[in-house]
């Protein structure tokens, strides 16, 4: 058995200088970092130099339409959740130009494509967060149409995964079987465990990239019982998801109650305002814009992240489709739950409770679904007992 | 009324033809908006080269006769000789744009349309009867035909030249009427309300600002106004479970855009509430 292959099976620890060694090598290999960082208020993923720029110590409090950032009483590296961004800004840019042009006489000519963008690292990416990622891949890469931008960047990037070790208020990965734990789509995956003080994390390799690295990182093999705690951590966090989803028969719930009363009370609620579509990590609509320059000897053709809740969305010759709020909510979740299974073989959704937190009222899929369902057996029982009479 | 002109006509079939006539008009207003014109520096020069500018005072004194091939307006109707004006604006022009919280709901001076302007009048001026004006500040859209509204208090002068670029060059304006929230999402800037639980109106506001106060930390105060199908009732029910008092609601709502319809239908059941206060 080679070095490497061993590598792949085996579970190792390092310290935080080891970390900060995987950075540095990831850097030097020609990878721009990205991961957790504090702006604002918030964690959000941007640039990072060192292991310093992350949140170290630091948690975030999640409720419908509510997040906090609080001081822990550790140096954890990872101990909060997941912000307001996802790494699909990387992947799929929310504005990305697609070609530009000049004008050349009665013709034009298109313009040579800007250099291509740079190769990525995602240092901390969550188990929600890689399945956010394979169904994006699904979407781009594995139908009938491969999308060019993100095949590029998608293939050029390089996963440091982390196991949750805590859930947030919002989270339900467990009910959509997308966490806490990583189970594929990583070159590198941490379990940060603490031992007499020290941040150690046991890493295990997922590709042989992965593997390759993790030789000229600093690392020995993981004792029994820091491999028992990678399972520990895992089983912490399942205990902690704040929220839960039933997803038994959820396509048939969804489409057999396309007439049901409570998309109007959720309309009542809903702004429109498409943040959840927005902070989505698998939302991957957008719109397509042309623009010229004032003298009309310039044009450009821009792609740009946009949402099924805007009227513009569904608008058709004479008029938008979905004018109602209420169609509007219902064709996020029935697509997102459902019919998505349909057109990309799962669901679109991996629990992450993103579109919980950030909206600005705090209108929580869970809870939707939940009403839904009631109002469905209160609505079956109805219809059983006049079929009996 | 935004987005009425669906197919622009190409200004310029070919480029010897004559310049198109650019016209600007002001009306009741700050002369922000169109100030925000000379402000393009960058693309100034060629505005001047696409078009004729026929008659902009805050530019040059010279006026060049009409009919107009595209007006912009500014300013609201506030006086019984700008309210015949502006027919007489709208008769000389091919198109007409509105720019501007003032010409496109009544801006800020249209807080009169709620209290007693006589009252007012009496209280500001030393010789009250030499002051002929409506009891209402209106936008011009209550008037005369509008073939496109830009929004904002200023506008933003980049969606300017793009209203512009668009006329000269044929095409659809690229001006969206959904929620500011999309452009702080695209910008990556964290929900200040979500986050800091700041009170932002973004999530009903139009888009075209480029998410200017969220940038900066601060929660958005409308100044484009009402975006398209505004939730305006839930909103202000989450501000007031966020613990802001009904004075507060109403204030927010009654700056720039007070006479739109739909901040003005919800400031009006906040406003008893405030004056109580």
Redesign the interface.
């Given at each position: 058995m080679s070095q490497q292959e061993t590598d792949l099976e085996q579970l190792n620890v390092f310290d935080l200088s080891g970390f900060a060694k995987l950075i540095t090598l990831l850097q030097e290999k020609g990878y721009t970092t990205v991961g957790p960082t504090v702006?604002?208020?918030?964690i959000?993923y941007?640039e990072i130099d060192s292991i310093e720029d992350l949140p170290i110590g630091l948690t975030d409090e999640q409720a419908g339409?509510?997040?906090?950032?609080r001081k822990r009483n550790d140096h954890a590296l990872f101990g909060y959740v997941v912000?307001?961004?996802s790494w699909k800004?990387f992947l799929n840019p929310?504005?990305l130009r697609l070609w530009q042009a000049r004008r050349n006489g009665r013709s034009f000519e298109v313009l040579e494509q800007e250099a291509p963008a740079p190769s990525y690292a995602f240092i901390g990416a969550r188990a929600c967060e890689l399945n956010a990622i394979a169904i994006q891949d699904r979407v781009f890469l594995k139908g009938s149409f491969v999308d060019s931008d993100y095949a590029g960047r998608r293939q050029n990037i390089f996963v440091v995964a982390v196991n949750c070790g805590q859930a947030g208020g919002t989270c339900f990965c467990d009910s959509m079987n997308a966490g806490p734990k990583a189970k594929s789509g990583y070159d590198l995956v941490l379990t940060e465990i603490k031992a007499q003080k020290r941040n150690l994390f046991v890493v295990e390799a997922g590709s042989e990239a992965g593997a390759n690295l993790l030789h000229e990182v600093p690392h020995e093999p993981a004792t029994e019982k820091q491999m028992a705690r990678v399972s520990e951590v895992v089983s912490d966090a399942v205990a902690q998801m704040g929220r839960q989803l039933d997803t038994r028969d959820l396509q048939s719930l969804l489409y057999r109650n396309s007439g049901n009363g409570r998309w109007n009370e959720v309309a009542?609620?809903?702004?429109?305002?498409?943040?959840c579509t927005?902070?989505c990590p698998t939302c991957f609509c957008s719109t397509v814009?042309?623009?010229?320059?004032?003298?009309?000897e310039h044009a450009e053709r821009w792609r740009?992240?946009?949402?099924c809740?805007?009227?513009?969305f569904s608008y058709v010759h004479g008029g938008s489709v979905r004018?109602s709020?209420s169609a509007r909510y219902r064709q996020w979740i029935t697509h997102k739950l459902a019919s998505w299974v349909d057109q990309f073989g799962s669901s679109g959704c991996v629990g992450c409770g993103r579109c919980i937190?950030?909206c600005?009222?705090?209108i929580d899929i869970t809870e939707e679904i939940a009403a839904l369902r009631e109002a469905d057996s209160g609505l079956s029982s109805i219809l059983r007992t006049e079929e009996k009479e | 009324m935004a987005g009425k002109v669906e197919k622009p006509v190409p200004a310029q079939t070919s480029r010897r033809a004559a310049k198109p006539k650019l016209a600007v008009w002001k009306f009741a207003s700050c002369d922000g908006c169109q100030l925000s014109l000379l402000d393009c520096e960058d693309e100034l020069l060629s505005v001047a080269a696409g078009v004729e500018i026929a008659n902009f005072p805050e530019a040059s004194r010279a006026v060049i006769k009409g009919p107009y091939d595209l007006s912009l307006v500014e300013g609201s109707i506030t006086t019984p000789h700008d309210a015949e004006r502006i027919h007489q604006v709208r008769r000389a022009s091919r198109f007409l744009v509105t720019i501007g919280a003032c010409a496109t709901s009544g801006g800020v001076q249209a807080l009169r349309n709620f209290q007693d302007v006589n009252e007012f009048i009496s209280i500001v001026y030393a010789s009250p009867h030499h002051i002929s004006t409506l009891k209402k500040s209106t936008p011009i859209d209550e008037h005369v035909t509008v073939d496109f509204e830009l929004r904002g208090c200023p506008i933003n002068k980049m969606q300017l030249v793009e209203v512009l670029s668009a006329y000269l060059n044929g095409r659809k304006p690229n001006i969206a009427r959904h929620s500011m929230c999309i452009d702080c999402k695209r910008a990556g800037v964290s929900c200040v309300m979500v986050s800091q639980g700041t009170p932002c109106l973004g999530p009903i506001t139009h888009s075209g600002c480029g998410a200017l106060c969220p940038r900066y930390n601060r929660g958005c105060y409308g100044c484009f106004g009402p975006m398209e199908n505004p939730n305006v009732p839930s909103l202000c029910e989450r501000w007031a479970a966020m613990g802001h008092a009904d004075v507060e609601i109403y204030r927010a709502l009654s700056t720039f855009n007070v006479n739109a319809e739909a901040f003005r239908k919800e400031s009006s059941l906040y406003e008893k509430a405030g004056d109580s206060e």
């Open positions: 702006e604002e208020g918030a959000v941007d339409g509510k997040y906090e950032l912000g307001p961004h800004k929310a504005g009542e609620r809903c702004l429109a305002c498409a943040n927005m902070v814009e042309d623009t010229t320059d004032l003298t009309g740009l992240w946009d949402s809740f805007t009227q513009e004018s709020i937190t950030w600005p009222v705090g | -």
